[in-house]
């Protein structure tokens, strides 16, 4: 559902939030918010009516307070917020008026605008995401993880100047990062439809064939845009390519393409030689093209162990020698980042990741513990991190580590459900069933098909009853 402007709304809840606005103006402060929130119950995507509902919460914040922080003051934020988890995934809607509550004592509250702007963002309410996301990046400027969900809000609010300097900020401090790279190229595609006319379409009100004035580029637009492009599509995008560049010889974006293309593929070599000539020319460092090099390579050793007939009297020799190669390579390229790039935590993250995955544990705590700084990284770090000890059989320290994970990680999301599971599985391995059965009973309340969480509560309740 849209947002609406003032002119959308009804004349009964009109006049409602132009009492609001009245109360507001003579400083009546408790009775503007609870007429702000009434006229939101009916029509929660009236922008105008939630922005001026949050001007007066601060402006009742710096009087001193009133009626709204005696009832819902910060001892009672810990339960309301868990409300308003168990909301935003069966109705969001209501979880946006529960963080209201919040709110209504406490207008910088970052976990309760985080989780309002993400409740907006599901309804559709771009604008009301932004006006709460405005709040965090204000008070927390350097959290990656704010300014991304504030960039792809402003960019859905059609505020992509401000996106873009968002994610450009980012990208000056986090240059090899693949998620901001993915969100500048979306941004700079939504920029296009957008000076193109293409936005239209949107609103249902034509086509961008109808749009575009060559229909040889609407096709190619479609290409594109596809994810997966089939060898024939990613053949005829070459040639496209191929000939702009004859007109373009400097544009170096158009070679990239290409190479990427020929990636996709499976024409290894040529990709290679396509990335080494870029590097040559770029005359210096590209994280971002460093690390297609190092993919391509992998890929490369990856299509061979596919390619491999399992009726070779030497298949499990060649097969296992393959997997070394490419795992080897893998932990060598991104050492080799880490050494290049100390400070990017993105890399120190993704190391020590493989290294787990790999069995290497030694080596990937102290590289998943420099990662977990990265407020971007921080909960798959502590994630992996308890991972690690587990596997180590340290499992206080897991139960701690993990413990600290999910009660960072705000929202009830597949990464929430398996910090969770994660956790009550250390708990087993120690013994301690009721605090294990307590994990898991969270999650089988709101997704009983989650792994084996329904044999372990039932079998627990079972054994209980008998």
């Known amino acids: 559902m849209p947002e609406k402007s003032l002119s959308e709304i009804q004349r009964t809840v009109r006049e409602l939030y132009d009492k609001g606005n009245a109360a507001l103006q003579k400083k009546n402060y408790d009775y503007a918010i609870a007429i702000y929130n009434q006229v939101l119950q009916s029509e929660p995507g009236f922008y105008p009516c939630r922005e001026a509902l949050r001007a007066c919460q601060f402006a009742r914040a710096g009087s001193g307070g009133g009626f709204f922080k005696k009832v819902f003051g910060t001892a009672s934020n810990s339960p309301l917020m868990a409300k308003a988890q168990i909301q935003l995934r069966s109705n ?22 985080r989780m309002l702007a993400e409740a907006a963002m599901t309804l559709g309410f771009p604008k009301t995401a932004v006006l709460s996301l405005e ?63 293409y936005d239209s379409l949107a609103s249902g009100k034509g086509s961008y064939r109808d749009i575009l004035k060559n229909k040889g580029e609407a096709v190619t637009l479609e290409q594109e845009n596809r994810t997966v492009k089939s060898e024939d599509v990613a053949q005829q995008l070459i040639d496209d390519y191929r000939t702009r560049l004859e007109k373009e010889p400097e544009n170096r974006r158009l070679l990239r393409s290409i190479a990427d293309l020929h990636a996709q593929k499976k024409e290894f070599d040529k990709a290679l ?59 060598g390229e991104a050492k080799k980042r880490v050494e290049k790039y100390p400070n990017d935590l ?79 599985s250390v708990y087993e391995k120690m013994g301690k069933v009721e605090d294990a059965i307590n994990q898991f009973k969270q999650i089988y309340e709101v997704d009983i098909e989650y792994k084996d969480v329904a044999s372990k509560v039932d079998a627990y309740y079972a054994g209980s009853n008998g």
């Open 273 to 331: 030689e396509l990335y080494n000539e870029i590097t040559l020319k770029e005359g210096g460092a590209d994280p971002s093209l460093e690390k297609a090099i190092s993919e391509t390579r992998i890929r490369q050793v990856e299509h061979s162990l596919a390619q491999l007939d399992p009726a070779l009297p030497d298949f499990n020799e060649q097969r296992a020698a393959l997997e070394k190669q490419r795992d080897e390579y893998r932990i």
């Open 92 to 113: 969001p809607q209501d979880a946006l008026a529960t963080c209201e509550q919040i709110l209504n004592s406490d207008p910088n509250n970052g976990p309760a605008n």
């Open 135 to 197: 709040i965090c990046f204000k008070n927390s400027p350097r959290d990656t993880d704010i300014a991304m969900r504030l960039g792809e809000a402003l960019a859905e609010a059609g505020q992509i100047n401000r996106a873009e300097k968002i994610y450009g900020d980012l990208q000056m401090g986090n240059p090899a990062d693949p998620d901001i790279q993915q969100a500048l190229k979306n941004l700079a595609a939504k920029r296009t439809l957008k000076e193109g006319g």
């Open 346 to 424: 993105q890399f120190r993250f993704e190391l020590g990741k493989m290294l787990f995955e790999l069995g290497r544990i030694g080596e990937a705590i102290p590289e998943l513990q420099k990662a977990q700084v990265n407020p971007n990284r921080r909960i798959p770090s502590l994630y992996y991190l308890g991972q690690c000890f587990s596997r180590r059989n340290m499992h206080d320290l897991a139960a701690k580590t993990l413990l600290t994970a999910v009660n960072e990680k705000v929202g009830f999301d597949e990464e929430k459900k398996e910090l969770i599971y994660a956790l009550g």
